[in-house]
């Protein structure tokens, strides 16, 4: 079963960035769509981004995110990334990624498979 481990989050100012990895061990991400989600404290988890499987690698964002943030696949193909800039108080949340359904090669929100621990991001003065 496909198993991801998120890291890279951190306390950071208003207005500043930080990359968020999501690696599998064994797998080549390549063939899944990947998607990252969040849940900030009292809130239902929301979906932030997603790219599809390569090679097409079309991504999607959701429109608080658009212009801020960026998903990427490495080269080594078992990491995709989310660099997030420009954080804002709100972006503050547990960030989780897992992989997605796909719909007429379009990545969704749709997460599947085992949820892991996720990674704090918080954007604090």
């Known amino acids: 079963q496909l198993q991801l481990v998120e890291s890279g989050g951190d306390l950071v100012q208003p207005g500043g960035s930080l990359r968020l990895s999501c690696a599998a061990s064994?797998?080549?991400?390549?063939?899944?769509?990947i998607g990252w989600f969040r849940q900030a404290p009292g809130k239902e988890r929301e979906g932030v981004s997603c790219i599809s499987s390569s090679p097409d690698g079309t991504t999607y964002y959701v429109d608080s995110v658009k212009g801020r943030f960026t998903i990427s696949r490495g080269n080594a193909k078992n990491t995709v990334y989310l660099q997030m800039n420009s954080l804002k108080p709100e972006d503050t949340a547990v960030y989780y990624c897992?992989?997605?359904?796909?719909?007429?090669?379009?990545?969704?929100?749709?997460?599947?498979?085992?949820w892991g621990q996720g990674t704090q991001v918080t954007v604090s003065s």
């Open positions: 897992a992989a997605v359904v796909t719909v007429q090669a379009m990545c969704t929100m749709v997460g599947v498979g085992k």
């Open positions: 064994g797998f080549t991400l390549d063939h899944y769509a």
